[in-house]
């Protein structure tokens, strides 16, 4: 029953896979690729290690389980210090009309 768990759930996590992949190639722009990459392959990822940790005979499950805890901590960390470096270089970003960080934000200033 666990094999069919693990199985299930390993499906499920490179599905999630193929749909941050797709997400990357088909998205307009920078943050809306670092959004897709991140959530669904945060996510697809922990999905296919849980379904390994399930099927096979894991010697030491913490370190599936550490792993897990290191890309929920990292990647949202990871993903904003992207988002941000995108928007202040001046990435052209799609469907968006009006910007309500462009007031605050000095073009001119090199220390942003």
């Known amino acids: 029953m666990t094999t069919i768990a693990g199985i299930a759930l390993m499906s499920l996590g490179v599905a999630f896979l193929v749909v941050a992949a797709i997400g990357l190639v088909r998205l307009p722009d920078a ?7 991140t959530k669904a392959g945060t996510l697809g990822t922990a999905l296919v290690i849980l379904g390994v940790m399930m099927v096979g005979e894991v010697a030491r499950p913490s370190t599936g389980l550490l792993t897990i805890l290191f890309l929920l901590v990292t990647l949202p960390f990871g993903a904003q210090l992207l988002g941000r470096a995108a928007y202040l270089s001046g990435t052209p970003l799609a469907d968006i009309d009006d910007d309500p960080l462009a007031a605050e934000i000095d073009a001119d200033d090199p220390r942003r």
């Open 31 to 37: 943050l809306q690729r670092m959004h897709s990459a």
